[in-house]
C-alpha cells in the first residue's frame, strides 16, 4: 500500500514543514495521528533530513498553489 498516495495535500504540506522546522519524526507522527515509518516516506521524498531541501519543497508547493489563483483574478 502506498501511504503518501492516500495522504491529502495539506497534510503532506504540513508533515514537511514541521520536518522543515525540525521537529522529530516521532513528534510530526503523534501530532498528524500517522505511524513513524509513514511519516519518515513523506519526508524522505521531500528531501528528508536535509531542512533546507524541505523548505523549497514547502515554498514550490505554496507556489504552485498561487498561480493557477492569480491567473483566476487576472482574467
Same mark, same amino acid.
Given at each position: 500500500m502506498n501511504t /503518501?498516495? /492516500?495522504?491529502d495535500t495539506a497534510t503532506t504540506t504540513m508533515i514537511v /514543514?514541521?520536518?522543515?522546522?525540525?521537529?522529530?519524526? @516521532?513528534?510530526?507522527?503523534g501530532m498528524v495521528k500517522m505511524r513513524n515509518h509513514d511519516v519518515y516516506l513523506i519526508g524522505r521524498a521531500a528531501g528528508?533530513?536535509?531542512k533546507a531541501q524541505l523548505r523549497r519543497a514547502v @515554498?514550490?508547493? %505554496?507556489? +504552485? /498553489? +498561487?498561480v493557477p %489563483?492569480?491567473?483566476a483574478q487576472a482574467a
Open positions: /503518501t498516495a /492516500t495522504v /514543514t514541521m520536518l522543515a522546522e525540525g521537529s522529530p519524526v @516521532w513528534f510530526v507522527a528528508y533530513p536535509d @515554498w514550490a508547493q %505554496q507556489n +504552485r /498553489t +498561487r %489563483q492569480a491567473h
